[in-house]
């Protein structure tokens, strides 16, 4: 679940061009992106306000739209300085080629690879018309390929537009940045909340007594994570369960989590929330399952990004979706097979002796579906209430099985 982190290094990487291009292949290239991307929103009218039904899917906040007449959902990204979508999504939406930046990027497995990029000739969301946002290809070799499976809008089009996530409503509210009325009236009753020009923001977390520096992406999909030197001195104070899981090259890391953690946000309180560090990761960041908690606006004006938050009032822990469930194991989806990806050390599923890539052939004698999508946020609730669980399993072309 936490391995979106990863493309979030892959494209801080793949868009250092827009700081050291000018000194590589001159101030043209970078004119030609900067003019284009500014341009997403001119087609929005002024003043306007969209209401849209609320939808999530593995943690993601997403939203229907349609690119070039077809229909699809985008996962809203604020991390993503531009939108991602995997080579052959861009390809039956018949996009058109735009270019390849000059200054190629790092992949995560540090090689120089070229930015394609594509935009549609029409795109919508709900009756509302942006001009040709560009979407950076990802063919299906890219590591980050199975963590698109649904196509990203980036910061470039989110910026055009003011955004208003109310999850006391279940809906997402759309309006135009340039109506000052409308966005006081939106956001009547809300904390503003200080954001820098990256969405670098102060959270105090509680055990700490102190506040330290994040960053608000609501593309990394869980609530929070802190970085080494943090989780260093919380680790002192309480208890983190600790798990092992796997990426899709088969590589490992150590992720560790802890509940019930009390945090404060610009004045606003909000109790019981999940702690999380991942050992090869160095990242203070608040997700969007945290953002699940509270009502929120994002504003734009110009440069500026602006943060509006509420606790909701009808948000409540024992109906989220829990990181992981007490069975101690997770899933990962990877053409059209299902594969363990994490393991609680020591915990239930590791015990009865579930390994890491096992090969996941049913659960329950297929009561639980492991081929529709939203895997992790499906188990997590067919686990909730259940006692122990049947689990049929592949390894090294051997079938065994496991009542947890």
């Keep these: 679940m936490n391995n979106i982190i990863f493309y979030k290094v892959v494209i801080v990487l793949s868009f250092v061009f827009i700081i050291i291009a000018s000194s590589s292949c001159g101030l043209g290239a970078i004119g030609k992106y900067a003019t284009y991307t500014s341009s997403i929103g001119d087609s ?11 939808a999530f899917s593995e943690g993601w906040f997403t939203i229907d739209g349609k690119m070039n007449g077809q229909e ?14 995997q080579m052959r999504t861009l390809a039956k939406a018949k996009a058109t080629y735009w270019g390849i930046y000059p200054v190629k990027s790092l992949n995560a497995y540090g090689q ?11 795109f919508e969301i709900h009756g509302l018309f942006f001009t040709k946002p560009l979407f950076k290809a990802i063919p299906s070799d890219n590591y980050i390929y199975d963590f698109v499976s649904k196509p990203i809008l980036g910061d470039d089009l989110i910026k055009s537009l003011c955004w208003k996530f109310s999850m006391d409503d279940q809906k997402i509210i759309l309006f135009g940045k340039q109506d000052k009325n ?21 959270l105090t977390i509680r055990p700490l007594g102190k506040s330290r520096e994040f ?3 609501l593309g990394f999909n869980s609530e929070i994570r802190v970085d080494r030197e943090t989780f260093a001195e919380l680790s002192k104070q309480i208890m983190f369960k600790k798990y092992r ?3 899709n090259d088969s590589t490992t890391d150590t992720l560790f989590l802890s509940d019930y953690v009390n945090v404060e946000w610009g004045g606003v309180e909000v109790k019981d929330c999940r702690i999380a560090h991942a050992a090869k990761v160095d990242h203070n960041l608040i997700g969007s399952r945290f953002m699940q908690r509270l009502n929120f606006v994002l504003a734009f004006e110009s440069l500026k990004k602006r943060l509006y938050i509420q606790p909701s009032a009808t948000f409540k822990l024992s109906e989220s979706t829990a990181y992981f469930s007490d069975f101690g194991f997770d899933l990962k989806q990877k053409e059209e097979e299902a594969h363990v990806a994490l393991l609680e050390v020591g915990g239930l599923a590791e015990a009865a002796g579930l390994q890491l890539q096992d090969k996941v052939l049913s659960i329950d004698n297929g009561a639980f579906d492991l081929h529709a999508e939203d895997c992790h946020d499906r188990l997590s609730v067919y686990l909730r209430d259940k006692q122990s669980i049947n689990i049929r399993i592949e390894r090294g072309g051997q079938v065994m099985e496991f009542n947890i």
């Design 44 to 54: 929005l009218p002024d003043t306007f306000r969209v209401e849209v039904p609320m």
């Design 72 to 85: 699809m959902p985008f996962i809203i990204d604020t991390g993503a300085d531009i939108g991602l979508a």
């Design 112 to 122: 120089k690879v070229e930015t394609i990029l594509y935009y549609p000739e029409h």
């Design 182 to 202: 409308l966005l006081e009236h939106e956001t009547k009753g809300y904390t503003k909340v200080e954001v820098g020009w990256s969405m670098k923001t102060e």
């Design 215 to 217: 960053r608000f992406d």
């Design 245 to 247: 899981y796997t990426f």
